[in-house]
């Protein structure tokens, strides 16, 4: 059996939609191949700075990824890409490493970002050390056929892949009935998720709505700058996962992402699978993977623009939520079950030679 090398965050490490994603496409490869895994540890509470517990977590997975390629052959080496410098930078270190120790390896790099050609076009050092991580890539696998066609100018389109993220629940629906309108946050805390924004919007709504928050908290300033907005209508919570997140979906009417930027978050497929609209940022390549003309997308420069999308959604009449409800599960069952994923992943890695 082919072995592959993974290197990257998963749970219950990290719960974030990358972590979900590689643990995804890490179940389906386990069944065609021997799958070792060196976990990275991101730190959540610093996860835009560089500190000494980040270099000494880089240093321990590199001497765990030596070791591993000292004692085994491996056919594949599976990684995910950060849209960083430092994390451009790490990613070239561990091919480089792979490389050396076992040449005949294939290179995979996962993109699980919205922002991949913008970051290669901000700064000569980004498009250099992109550059350099090219020439040690066998296949790189992107989110977007907007993404590949842009890369395609810059590198040979042979090396490019694309495939959608997809989450493993079964899709279903619950009729709501709650006396408030009912919406809800999930996603760690972190500014540029649009935290803020979202508060600050929801504080100067004088209707009879809610909204409820769950994530994990990054830091004690934004922290206590959340907390700050704890009201009657506004809720703050703690992180919630599996059975309890989509339970909290079922009894919302409405999601809310007002990220400044993604690739297509897990959030909005979860969303999708019990049929609960939501409200997001027209950012990434959102708007690529919802159905045509979903009315509730708005553009994050435009001033007001997520105030007036919640008024609204909240204009909308029964049945013009219900027509929403219905696309958005057709979407799911055409686009994000497993089955369907798992044949594209397979094509990647099984259909490789």
Same mark, same amino acid.
């Given at each position: ?121 901000? &700064? ?103 907390? &700050? ?125």
């Amino acid at each position: 059996m082919k072995k592959i090398l993974f290197f990257g965050e998963l749970p219950p490490n990290s719960v974030n939609g990358i972590a979900m994603s590689n643990s995804i496409n890490l179940k389906i490869l386990k069944k065609n191949f021997e799958v070792l895994t060196v976990v990275e540890n991101a730190v959540l509470q610093q996860h835009s700075k560089i500190t000494l517990i980040k270099l000494y977590n880089n240093i321990y997975t590199i001497i765990k990824t030596v070791k591993l390629l000292v004692k085994f052959k491996f056919d594949y080496y599976y990684m995910v890409y950060s849209n960083s410098f430092f994390g451009a930078f790490k990613a070239l270190i561990y091919l480089f490493i792979v490389k050396l120790f076992n040449p005949r390896c294939t290179n995979i790099v996962h993109v699980h970002r919205g922002d991949l050609i913008p970051f290669i076009n901000r &700064s000569y050092k980004n498009y250099f050390i992109f550059n350099l991580v090219e020439k040690y890539t066998n296949k790189f696998i992107l989110l977007s056929k907007c993404d590949l066609l842009e890369l395609a100018n810059k590198i040979s389109p042979e090396k490019l892949y694309v495939l959608k993220n997809c989450i493993d629940k079964e899709p279903s629906y619950i009729k709501k009935n709650n006396k408030k309108k009912k919406f809800i946050y999930l996603s760690n805390y972190i500014l540029e998720k649009g935290i803020i924004d979202l508060l600050e919007a929801f504080s100067q709504i004088n209707e009879n709505i809610e909204l409820e928050c769950y994530g994990d908290f990054t830091d004690i300033e934004l922290k206590n700058k959340i907390k &700050s907005f704890q009201s009657e209508n506004i809720n703050i919570n703690g992180p919630i996962f599996g059975d309890e997140k989509f339970t909290k979906l079922h009894q919302s009417d409405c999601l809310i992402l007002p990220s400044y930027n993604e690739g297509m978050p897990l959030v909005l497929i979860e969303a999708m699978s019990t049929g609960t609209p939501f409200i997001s940022s027209n950012v990434g390549f959102i708007e690529e993977n919802v159905y045509k003309n979903y009315p509730l997308l708005y553009n994050r420069f435009s001033e007001n623009a997520l105030t007036s999308k919640i008024f609204e959604f909240l204009n909308f009449k029964s049945f013009e939520v219900k027509n929403i409800s219905e696309k958005l599960l057709e979407y799911y069952n055409q686009e994000f079950l497993t089955i369907a994923h798992e044949k594209e992943l397979n094509k990647i890695f099984i259909n490789e030679s």
